[in-house]
């Protein structure tokens, strides 16, 4: 990975049906996709602290998923790789596992099927 300041980027694979409830949130919060997803892992990597805080979302196992990337800043990756270590599993999963949380948190909501 470079060692500059600037934002880095994760790609990872989701099912095309939990990218489009992503999509759908973001809209309905005014927000971008890559904010969404940044703001997911803050709150999903701040209850990280041990394998049993938090839970882990599926692999995908739709045969329609999308490659998808996001961009953050290094303290944010830093985080994301160490609890990816932590708790035994890789980036794509946390990633996928913060995004899970969000959209579950936000069952319910207005709007919300």
Avoid: C, H, W, Y
């Amino acid at each position: 990975m470079a060692s500059g300041r600037g934002p880095r980027t994760v790609a990872f694979e989701i099912d095309e049906d939990v990218l489009a409830r992503l999509d759908e949130a973001a809209a309905r919060l005014g927000a971008t996709r890559n904010g969404v997803i940044r703001d997911a892992l803050r709150r999903f990597l701040a209850r990280a602290a041990s394998p049993g805080d938090v839970r882990l979302a599926p692999k995908p196992s739709s045969p329609r998923r999308r490659l998808v990337s996001f961009k953050g800043d290094r303290e944010l990756m830093a985080a994301l790789r160490e609890a990816a270590a932590r708790l035994g599993v890789s980036v794509s999963d946390v990633v996928r596992s913060a995004i899970a949380d969000f959209l579950s948190s936000q069952a319910g909501q207005p709007g919300q099927r």
